[in-house]
């Protein structure tokens, strides 16, 4: 799956919608994946790379499909949202996801998680 067609399945799968204001040199208005690409944007799903680009076509790593999830599924891992740095909250990862954990009251919540093979 590509970096492309993984922005096509969030954007569907969450409903994101806008045009942002932030730009990438290689995806162009008349790109068949623009719009969901600017919506993952708008949310703050995405930031791109920091040379402006977001490279559509490469195939998704483990690690961005991590980030791109859980940002889709929870405000707490979007920059400015809130911080993970809380004393209270232990964000933690294994095999089968990611999850956040209440160290005051033992909570575990999952932010994101590998789905099993059919």
């Given at each position: ?99 956040k954990t209440d160290v005051t009251t033992n909570e575990t919540q999952t932010l994101a ?6």
């Amino acid at each position: 799956m590509t970096r492309g067609e993984m922005a096509i399945v969030l954007q569907k799968e969450f409903n994101l919608n806008g045009i942002s204001n932030k730009s990438f040199n290689d995806v162009s208005a008349g790109h068949k994946a623009y719009e969901v690409i600017q919506a993952l944007a708008k949310n703050k799903i995405t930031n791109g790379y920091l040379d402006g680009i977001f490279k559509s076509g490469n195939i998704l790593t483990r690690a961005h499909s991590t980030v791109f999830m859980a940002r889709s599924m929870s405000n707490y891992f979007i920059s400015g949202k809130a911080s993970l740095h809380s004393k209270n909250v232990i964000v933690w990862s294994d095999y089968f996801g990611v999850y956040k954990t209440d160290v005051t009251t033992n909570e575990t919540q999952t932010l994101a998680c590998k789905k099993s093979p059919r």
